[in-house]
């Protein structure tokens, strides 16, 4: 016998929080996700206007829409009030859906202008779920992203870059009013062979010093060579001539009575 259907919508967040993500399964680093953010900050998002006017009944869909809309700088809380961003409320919509790896996928191939700040979700959405190696393997190619973004912390607005907010993520304990999971330094990882050793788009950096070395050493036996080169030539430059007038000068005045 089917039960009969309740007459009460319950809110998604409320219902969320309040069965503590058992409607939901456990993130794939093994967390819960309505324990993620700190329940001061729940409590904010969930009684802010524009998490109840702009996030109620959203699916995976629905994000890109919003992030387009509403999302116009990166932030936490801020003001008196610690009032929380879009950007953060589109967060917390995130960890309710817990979207696939597909979907996220689809979420940080957007490109331009108008899908940046999709992108910065995205990637802190994965900080926030997913397993270390999956973080740094997913967003270290976004560190060559020099696309400007906005940044508004809790008294100031700023400048910043898409391949900061990313380094921030790999690096920070804390970013947009959440605490991050401590996830492994990327060497131990590598040293436990998880990772393959990161290549910078520069270069190797024993390459690139060693390179600078033979420049170096380049230089300076060129600049020996010329000097050297002067003298067998008998070429005297104006600075060996002021040299010579001093030398004879002070010869004549101890010659002198």
Request: hydrophobic fraction near 30%; aromatic fraction near 8%; proline fraction near 4%.
């Amino acid at each position: 016998m089917s039960k009969p259907k309740s007459d009460t919508i319950q809110a998604d967040a409320r219902r969320f929080l309040d069965e503590r993500g058992s409607n939901v399964g456990l993130a794939p680093n093994g967390l819960n996700p309505a324990n993620i953010m700190e329940k001061a900050v729940k409590d904010r998002i969930t009684d802010s206007y524009f998490y109840k006017e702009q996030c109620f009944a959203l699916n995976e869909a629905d994000i890109v829409d919003r992030v387009v809309e509403h999302v116009s700088f990166i932030g936490g809380t801020s003001g008196m009030t610690q009032k929380p961003s879009p950007f953060l409320c589109l967060a917390f919509k995130l960890l309710e859906l817990s979207p696939s790896d597909a979907i996220l996928a689809e979420y940080l191939s957007y490109g331009g202008e108008h899908f940046k700040y999709l992108r910065a979700l995205a990637c802190f959405y994965l900080r926030l779920t997913r397993q270390a190696k999956d973080v740094y393997e997913t967003l270290e190619p976004y560190l060559e992203d020099r696309r400007k973004l906005r940044r508004k912390g809790r008294d100031r607005t700023y400048l910043s870059h898409m391949d900061e907010f990313v380094d921030e993520l790999l690096t920070k304990d804390r970013v947009c009013a959440t605490s991050l999971w401590k996830m492994p330094k990327r060497e131990i990882l590598e040293d436990l062979e998880v990772l393959e050793p990161r290549v910078s788009p520069l270069g190797d950096l024993e390459d690139l010093l060693e390179e600078e070395e033979e420049d170096e050493k380049g230089s300076d036996k060129a600049s020996d060579d010329g000097r050297n080169g002067r003298h067998e030539s008998g070429e005297i430059s104006d600075h060996d001539g002021m040299d010579v007038d001093r030398d004879e000068g002070r010869r004549s005045a101890s010659r002198s009575p």
